[in-house]
């Protein structure tokens, strides 16, 4: 079984720019979370979503919004870039919301 | 609100030796427990999890992990470690009811000596 994909990998953008990034979860899993991992602030939530709802949202400003689709994939969205959105943004999914997360290798944002 | 701590930033042990990292967290009831290790540019992969019955729970590459409800810890265990278990480790709980998301530790970084 294919295991949690996020595209692109690397992104590099300007500051006030926006950016949207891609997950497609394990196949039949229906809860994809999404997490921020920084050196300074470590690995924090930013949502949950199942079944296309958000369930769960973290202490992420506003700019910070995500949606999931029919086919259980999930993208987010950051707009008006800062310098301090630039983290590695992993993706994880899970058969239901009471199940283990399993993660994908991360898109690494850079923002100049 | 819960939290978990990790207190050793960085561990260094020999090929072959025993490890042990630690791991304490806190809330009010048991949580679920995991344990993630991170690669270098990698996403976490999922050694062992705790959601109930027996404490000593068994994982992949030769981890185990002990949930002591009296010490509020979860530490991971492996006997003799290889080379390639070199890596971040993180230990993770997560609440029951509506809010499912994972709450991380800061990490240990564990570095192997030939």
């Known amino acids: 079984k294919a295991g949690v994909t996020q595209t692109p990998r690397y992104l590099i953008k300007t500051r006030g720019q926006q950016v949207t990034l891609s997950c497609s979860p394990i196949s039949g899993h229906r809860s994809v979370s999404w997490y921020q991992q920084t050196p300074g602030q470590g690995l924090q939530f930013l949502f949950e979503y199942f079944s296309e709802t958000q369930r769960n949202k973290g202490n992420f400003p506003g700019r910070f919004s995500g949606r999931q689709f029919s086919n259980s994939r999930s993208e987010m969205n950051v707009s008006t870039l800062e310098l301090g959105d630039s983290a590695l943004y992993l993706c994880?999914?899970?058969?239901?919301?009471?199940?283990?997360?399993?993660f994908g290798p991360g898109t690494r944002l850079t923002v100049l | 609100a819960q939290s978990v701590t990790q207190p050793d930033i960085h561990i260094t042990v020999s090929e072959g030796a025993s490890l042990e990292l630690r791991c304490n967290y806190s809330y009010g009831a048991t949580p679920y427990l995991f344990w993630y290790v991170q690669s270098p540019g990698q996403g976490l992969q999922l050694l062992l999890k705790?959601?109930?019955?027996?404490?000593l729970v068994q994982g992949i590459k030769g981890f185990e992990a002990e949930f002591k409800r009296s010490q509020s810890s979860f530490n991971l265990r492996k006997p003799s470690v290889h080379w390639s278990d070199a890596a971040e480790y993180f230990c993770?709980?997560?609440?029951?009811?509506?809010?499912?998301?994972?709450?991380f530790g800061s990490g240990t970084q564990l570095t192997v000596l030939p």
């Open positions: 994880a999914s899970s058969f239901t919301s009471d199940n283990e997360q399993f």
């Open positions: 705790y959601f109930s019955g027996d404490t």
């Open positions: 993770a709980v997560r609440r029951g009811g509506s809010a499912r998301q994972l709450t």
